[in-house]
């Protein structure tokens, strides 16, 4: 079965605009040009195009997209079941938030009680799952199963205090992030207040801290995409001047 691209756009719910820009960027190559100037798109390229439309369903850029796929090793068969333990990850995320809104529901109606810790366990869990959907196999393959299964009990295990606490920190650490980076300076005393407060909240996820371990974190920032948009979203060269910042404090 052959497709154009208007075909190919309806079957698959996207915008012509969309499929073009795809060939613009070498992501998806139609098969062939026929002599009308036409693009046609074969079996392979809308296979493809479902793995594409896969990865964007679950938030990754282009960019990581056409790296994944156009990679030789890239196997389609197992990319699919990839993907279906991701959806399954995403389903049990789903279903642990409609169970805490149903406990919510019936606790108001006094049907039942709810501890403070149970009103916010479906909200711990979305975390950790889209935290497992995001960067699960890198830092698994960095630090161990072990560790990472020690954070996310941690993170099971923490109170509406603590957890006030760490997204303080997280939002201290940004706004010191920004003073110090005027600075130019990744060992000047606020830079290094940045790297501190970004330890203190590393530790309520850690089960025990380490500076080289941190460095390593540090360093990740940088190294991969997704986190350095976070940090240079806020400020353009902000994950590379934290990392900096947090190599002078840990010595590394």
Do not use: C
Request: charged share 30%.
């Amino acid at each position: 079965m052959e497709y154009t691209v208007q075909k190919l756009g309806k079957l698959a719910g996207i915008s012509t605009r969309t499929l073009r820009y795809y060939d613009e960027i070498e992501l998806l190559k139609p098969a062939k040009v026929n002599s009308s100037g036409y693009r046609i798109y074969g079996q392979k390229e809308v296979d493809r195009l479902q793995q594409i439309l896969f990865y964007r369903e679950l938030g990754m850029s282009l960019d990581r997209i056409k790296e994944i796929v156009t990679s030789p090793s890239f196997n389609g068969a197992i990319a699919l079941r990839e993907h279906r333990e991701q959806l399954l990850d995403r389903r049990r995320q789903l279903d642990a938030l409609i169970a805490n809104v149903d406990k919510s529901i019936a606790l108001s109606e006094g049907r039942i009680t709810m501890t403070d810790r149970e009103k916010f366990e479906g909200f711990k869990q979305k975390m950790i799952d889209e935290n497992e959907q995001k960067y699960g196999a890198e830092t698994r393959a960095k630090y161990g199963n072990d560790t990472v299964n020690k954070s996310n009990e941690k993170l099971k295990n923490m109170t509406q205090e603590q957890h006030d606490e760490v997204t303080r920190l997280a939002n201290e650490v940004i706004a010191a992030l920004g003073e110090a980076i005027q600075t130019g300076d990744p060992a000047s005393d606020i830079a290094q207040r940045a790297a501190d407060l970004h330890k203190q909240w590393l530790t309520y996820y850690w089960s025990e801290y380490s500076k080289e371990a941190h460095a390593g974190v540090a360093q990740m920032y940088v190294d991969d995409e997704r986190f350095r948009a976070y940090y240079d979203n806020h400020y353009p060269g902000a994950a590379a001047f934290l990392r900096d910042a947090i190599h002078i404090y840990t010595g590394h």
